[in-house]
């Protein structure tokens, strides 16, 4: 691995890090598998209408990982995720959103994994975590308020790859007096259409359609 320069060694101490042959591969993979292009022209025009913060989250395994966010033209700007930000299926609104749109068999296994580090990091009890689910499943999308910082409500809904998988979500960040139920009703259609036009742009494009 080291000859290759997939890997060096720090030092003499027995640790490795990513090698330049790794960001080489990692720079062709992004140009052949960039989901942020893709969806960053419905990001756009929802945190525009909306005014408020929109935020790409993608799976990965049992978790929810940040890959990218756009945020609206209004002054008071809510950044609760950054580039990277990975947290447990479930807790957040995309997580919320991604769990809720998976078979039941599929969502006890993810719940087996993530709740002991969400009761004790978050200390959020999955009976509460299970009543959020269930009210995102009956309406389509996922809502949480002060659950991850404190005075900011999130509204967000999953999206399908080309094979039917749930592959993300979007969802749209503001403070609380701000996103109000009528507000959110208001933003909703918005929302439901990026997703829509992210599903197309998934399907169309090149790699989904030679998926295996």
Known sequence: MIKLRFVMQ?????AYVLGPLSYELGL?????FDVRELCKPAMQRLAVSSAETVYLVQRSGHE??????????GTLRVVTLQMGSRRPLGLGAGGLAILAGMHADEIEEILKVVMPSIETEWRFPLAELRESMAQAQQQGYAVIKNRITPGVTAFGKSFKDSLG??????????LNSRMTPARIALLLSGLEQATSTIEKALRSHQWARHAP
């Open 165 to 174: 998988q749930v592959f993300g979500a979007v969802t749209v960040a503001g």
């Open 28 to 32: 062709v993979a992004a140009q052949q």
């Open 10 to 14: 720090l030092d003499d101490r027995q």
């Open 64 to 73: 929810a990982v940040c890959i990218d966010f756009q945020q609206g033209p």
